[in-house]
């Protein structure tokens, strides 16, 4: 009898070995991707950091100055062709400008059809 409870003790004692070792690996795997994510978390924050410093940045922020001056002196132009009845589309905002020429191949392009006007 006293060998069967001690060979079941030594199953029991190794069963508790196996799932030690599966902790420790779950372990070393955890730390291992703690360790993924804290490098990745880094890489933001200094991400975050060059990017706060180059909107901090004496240039960034005359560039910011000088586009609300610009932004304010075509308000205050439209708003003096809006009381003269003239139109403001003579003021267009800077993001209003468009200076972007489209091909002739898209320009004869019909997206309801998705085909192609014939050249004229």
């Given at each position: 009898?006293?060998?069967?409870?001690?060979?079941?003790?030594?199953?029991?004692?190794?069963?508790?070995?196996n799932?030690?070792?599966?902790?420790?690996?779950?372990?070393?795997?955890i730390?291992?991707?703690n360790a993924?994510?804290?490098?990745?978390?880094?890489?933001?924050?200094?991400?975050?950091?060059?990017?706060?410093?180059?909107?901090?940045?004496?240039?960034?922020?005359?560039?910011?100055?000088?586009?609300?001056?610009?932004?304010q002196?075509?308000?205050e132009?439209?708003?003096?062709?809006?009381?003269?009845?003239?139109s403001?589309?003579?003021?267009?905002l800077?993001?209003?400008?468009?200076?972007?020429?489209?091909?002739?191949?898209?320009k004869?392009?019909?997206?309801?059809?998705?085909?192609?006007?014939?050249?004229?």
């Open positions: 009898m006293r060998n069967v409870s001690e060979l079941w003790k030594k199953v029991d004692n190794v069963k508790n070995y799932k030690r070792l599966k902790a420790l690996e779950d372990t070393k795997r730390e291992k991707d993924a994510f804290t490098e990745r978390v880094k890489k933001v924050e200094r991400l975050v950091e060059a990017m706060t410093e180059e909107y901090n940045s004496e240039q960034a922020q005359r560039e910011r100055a000088a586009e609300y001056a610009e932004i002196r075509i308000g132009l439209r708003k003096q062709a809006f009381l003269n009845g003239e403001m589309d003579k003021y267009p800077p993001f209003e400008k468009t200076e972007f020429e489209l091909p002739e191949e898209l004869r392009f019909i997206p309801s059809t998705g085909a192609y006007k014939e050249k004229e």
